[in-house]
């Protein structure tokens, strides 16, 4: 989920903490519980840090080890520790326990969408992406908005306030479970050989992006009120055994793309001054744009001259990426 609704995420785990009687009765554990649930629901994002490194570093990682089966643990125990430090006479085992569910809870909300998580490292390394749920769904932004402004304006009780609201999600969560299962159906239908469906839930509640992947075709469509279009169709090619792509797939910025990106197609593209190999996922179309891309560039002997992976809305801005091969 997006950095503002895990934010409300946190508070809303805070009220409900008050459903525990030792929160209940001592206000010290309140507010450590309040500043560990707001610190744990957003912890494993820590490594957008990474940004500032490298894109390559960041796609491989981002989502990864830091929502990992130890990580969680680790993020609980930490910011429990660090907090009942400094507040040594608060509770520490309920502490931890509300702290740890805040955390536990990011990683769960966030195997939901299309970009998905490494949640089951270290005992799987594959990135788990339901696809059910935008990053950002309006719908459960705003029933976090309207609980807390119950129990902080209206003063409605905060335990049995987000314990309500948690239900209604829960029901939330299931019906768009259908919605895809029913989106799925369909493509089934249409479709001969379908490999793997990828969905991607948008803003619009009834708007859906899908790949579509067969025995001889990429097909990017999209699912508006249950009906299946087709926007892009492109020919299932196997990489080549090319002396290009050998050495892209060398690149840095090429493996954090591969290992991210579950349906892709490539081009190769011999020009005067270098060669081109550009990858680039299905995933993500935007106004007739593919910007979740990898492009590598390589002089006439095959050498890697440049690259780049990342999110790019303009070929413009591209170039200025990989900056111009010289003569």
Do not use: C
Request: avoid cysteine; glycine fraction near 4%; proline fraction near 4%.
């Amino acid at each position: 989920m997006d950095t503002a609704t895990h934010i409300t995420m946190g508070v809303a785990l805070g009220g409900l903490s008050t459903l525990d009687p030792v929160v209940q009765q001592d206000s010290i554990v309140f507010q450590s519980i309040i500043v560990g649930t707001l610190l744990g629901s957003n912890a494993p994002d820590f490594d957008t840090i990474l940004k500032f490194k490298n894109n390559a570093l960041y796609i491989r990682n981002h989502r990864g080890i830091t929502h990992s089966v130890p990580a969680v643990l680790a993020w609980g125990a930490a910011i429990s520790t660090t907090i009942h430090t400094f507040v040594p006479e608060t509770a520490f085992w309920h502490l931890f326990f509300w702290t740890l569910l805040a955390v536990i809870l990011h990683v769960f909300v966030d195997i939901f969408n299309a970009y998905g998580t490494q949640a089951a490292r270290p005992f799987n390394q594959n990135w788990i992406a339901l696809g059910w749920i935008n990053t950002f769904d309006p719908y459960i932004f705003a029933l976090h908005i309207i609980g807390i402004i119950a129990w902080l304006i209206f003063d409605a009780d905060p335990g049995f306030t987000f314990l309500i609201l948690y239900f209604v999600l829960f029901l939330y969560y299931l019906k768009r479970y259908y919605d895809k299962q029913d989106i799925i159906t369909k493509i089934n239908q249409q479709f001969d050989d379908v490999e793997q469906i990828v969905t991607s839930p948008t803003i619009r509640h009834n708007f859906w992006k899908l790949a579509i992947t067969t025995d001889d075709h990429f097909y990017v469509a999209q699912a508006e009120n249950g009906e299946i279009k087709v926007v892009d169709t492109f020919i299932r090619k196997k990489l080549p055994d090319h002396p290009a792509m050998k050495k892209a797939l060398q690149d840095r910025n090429v493996k954090a793309f591969i290992s991210f990106s579950p349906v892709y197609r490539w081009e190769i593209e011999e020009l005067d001054r270098y060669t081109e190999v550009r990858f680039i996922d299905l995933r993500y179309r935007s106004k007739g744009h593919y910007p979740f891309v990898a492009v590598v560039k390589l002089d006439h002997d095959y050498n890697i001259k440049n690259s780049y992976t990342g999110w790019i809305y303009s070929e413009e801005k591209l170039q200025k990426k990989l900056h111009p091969v010289p003569n």
